[in-house]
């Protein structure tokens, strides 16, 4: 069975950095994009960051510009998102999702175009 798996999640203090990482199990992952998505308390899940099955093509939300950075090692069947300067404002549950890209630097950032979902892990920013 596939799944997505994210870890790294935590209690940071402002100013504080996280690295989370998304690890791919059963899918064939040279053939994925991953998106980063995240649900603050209250508030609607939002896109954060998205990156092409390649690696070279990647995209962030403006609140997270300059702070946030994706990659991936596809040896490890592996997306990272190193997220830096945390905020309060930061505090979610961040998901990992996957969609089968057929083109080498498509981005698939946006809730609908996701095919599976991990079930998330808890960042939370507070001093």
């Known amino acids: 069975q596939s799944q997505l798996v994210e870890s790294g999640g935590g209690l940071v203090q402002p100013g504080g950095s996280l690295r989370l990482s998304c690890a791919a199990d059963?899918?064939?992952?040279?053939?994925?994009?991953i998106g980063w998505f995240r649900q603050g308390p209250g508030k609607e899940r939002e896109g954060v960051s998205c990156?092409?099955?390649?690696?070279?093509?990647?995209h962030y939300a403006d609140s997270v510009k300059g702070r946030f950075t994706i990659s991936r090692d596809n040896s490890k069947n592996t997306v990272y998102l190193q997220m830096n300067s945390l905020k309060p404002e930061d505090t979610a549950v961040y998901y990992c999702?996957?969609?089968?890209?057929?083109?080498?630097?498509?981005?698939?950032?946006?809730?609908?175009?996701?095919?599976?979902w991990g079930k998330g892990t808890l960042v939370t920013v507070s001093s």
């Open positions: 999702a996957a969609a089968r890209s057929f083109l080498r630097e498509a981005l698939y950032c946006h809730e609908g175009d996701m095919e599976s």
């Open positions: 059963g899918f064939t992952f040279d053939y994925l994009a």
């Open positions: 990156i092409s099955k390649s690696g070279a093509s990647t």
